[in-house]
């Protein structure tokens, strides 16, 4: 082995660094880095122009109108976009905006019931409460303070300034479970239940109240062309056990006088009736979590919900209990950046007067995510292959976590959905897919849907 003496440095003398050096090594080193995120960003151009022309090609959806965006918010970019800036109509994509007008108007809980105590009564009035002995809330926390009151009760009929139906609603679903009546004191959800008791096997009718005024029938009868009359609550209805339970119901309809009357039945007491009552020191009595109620709004796409939504918030806002009151609110803070991007006209998208573009919900998908984590959000969606209205679509391979969160949109011809969607390499990516004016069922629209979205699941 040669040896290195101690003069061996005059014969390894170092070359000297000049500037121009190190510019070379950084002009090289930047040169790879480019490199290699140009071959990235070529990957991922390639990809997006493949599933792109896919949906072009398409022969399901070149029938109709398809608007699609894929982003990923760590980028901050658009990946895939296709007629992101039209306008499309959102069905119900719209209770998205709905969930985040209520994330900033309202707090934990929602408001359930406004009170104050004179002398020896109770006064109380409502909130616009979706909850209020609805079946579906196990949880009666206003309802139980009335009960438990020692005190006379009178009922304080709410300042509600709006139509019992939105703007652009079909009227002839009146009659229908997705339809129901919207108020300011909504009590069983403004609807009669129909309740199977699986021990009698026969159908419950709650409230008990309209026992006398329903015909119920085994199967479907031509007898009766509707299941409750236009202009008055008499029902003719054929439940059945093979629909989920929350379609056994039908609207009735709304009045002071009737919600009156279904308390007093309910309380079994006397309700005094305070018309021109006017709240001196109101205290507010908070309901159920308002994450069970964005839940079953969103999961179930429940439009009561959703309605009665845009009431809440008027009342922790302290504004007119008026729908549009709420709308104009958002739109002229939180959304007036995005105020051309859409038309807003109720909370559950019921009305097909709404437009929104599908750049719009990727944005609105980035503002919940300001407010919320995408945990959180994920939680609340409806889950492919799990619950919701994605229950029977959108299934991972087995033994494979969930890849697709998101919310449909569904009216006749229209079928739309927007949310989350899970990459095999770990990316969470936004997008929404809406598909317009088509003829015929969704189901092929929906096939199409899946396989696309698999791909995007497995590819990027």
């Known amino acids: ?15 000297p660094v000049t500037l121009s050096m190190i510019l070379n090594r950084v002009a090289a080193l930047l040169f790879v880095c480019i490199s290699v995120t140009s071959c990235v960003t070529m990957k991922q151009n390639l990809k997006s122009k493949k599933i792109t022309k896919s949906i072009l090609e398409d022969e399901v ?24 800036d039209k306008f499309f109509t959102p069905a119900s994509n719209t209770k998205l905006i709905t969930f985040y007008g209520g994330l900033m108007a309202l707090g934990d809980s929602i408001p359930g019931l406004i009170y104050e105590t004179r002398n020896d009564t109770l006064f109380f009035t409502g909130t616009g409460d979706p909850t209020f002995l609805n079946p579906d809330f196990n949880n009666q926390v206003a309802f139980d303070f009335i009960s438990n009151s020692p005190l006379h009760l009178a009922y304080v009929t709410p300042n509600f300034k709006d139509d019992i139906h939105a703007p652009g609603w079909t009227w002839e679903d009146y009659e229908y479970y997705f339809q129901a009546e919207r108020s300011g004191f909504p009590v069983y959800a403004n609807e009669v239940h129909f309740i199977y008791d699986t021990l009698r096997h026969e159908f419950d009718i709650l409230p008990r109240f309209f026992e006398d005024q329903v015909q119920l029938y085994e199967t479907f009868e031509k007898t009766y062309s509707h299941a409750r009359n236009l202009h008055a609550n008499i029902f003719h209805f054929a439940p059945d056990t093979a629909r989920s339970a929350y379609k056994n119901r039908i609207p009735f309809q709304t009045s002071n006088e009737l919600t009156l009357a279904l308390l007093q039945d309910t309380l079994h007491r006397k309700v005094h009736l305070a018309q021109n009552f006017e709240f001196e020191y109101p205290q507010t009595i908070y309901s159920i979590e308002s994450n069970d109620i964005y839940a079953l709004m969103l999961k179930r796409s429940d439009n009561f919900i959703a309605e009665q939504l845009q009431y809440l918030a008027t009342s922790e806002l302290k504004i007119e209990m008026n729908s549009t009151a709420f709308r104009n609110q958002l739109l002229l803070r939180e959304l007036y950046p995005y105020r051309e991007q859409l038309v807003w006209k109720d909370g559950s998208g019921l009305s097909r007067y709404n437009l929104v573009t599908p750049q719009f919900m990727i944005s ?12 959180r959000f994920k939680s609340l969606l409806p889950t492919g292959g799990t619950d919701g209205t994605i229950k029977g679509w959108y299934k991972p391979e087995e033994g494979q976590p ?28 936004l997008f929404t897919f809406m598909n317009n004016n088509y003829r015929g069922s969704s189901y092929p629209v929906k096939s199409e849907m899946q396989k696309i979205l698999k791909h995007i699941h497995e590819t990027y």
Not at 406 to 428: E, M, P, V, Y
């Open 1 to 15: 082995m040669t040896e290195i003496t101690p003069d061996a440095h005059l014969f390894f003398k170092e070359k």
């Open 61 to 84: 959806l070149q029938d109709h109108f398809t608007g699609f965006v894929l982003h990923d918010p760590e980028a901050n970019e658009n990946l895939i976009e296709l007629n992101a």
């Open 364 to 375: 609105l998908m980035k503002l919940i995510l300001a407010e919320i984590t995408i945990d």
């Open 402 to 429: 969930p890849y697709i969160y998101a919310k449909t949109g569904t009216l006749s011809n229209n079928h739309n959905l927007t949310g989350i969607i899970h990459t095999q390499s770990g990316k969470d990516l």
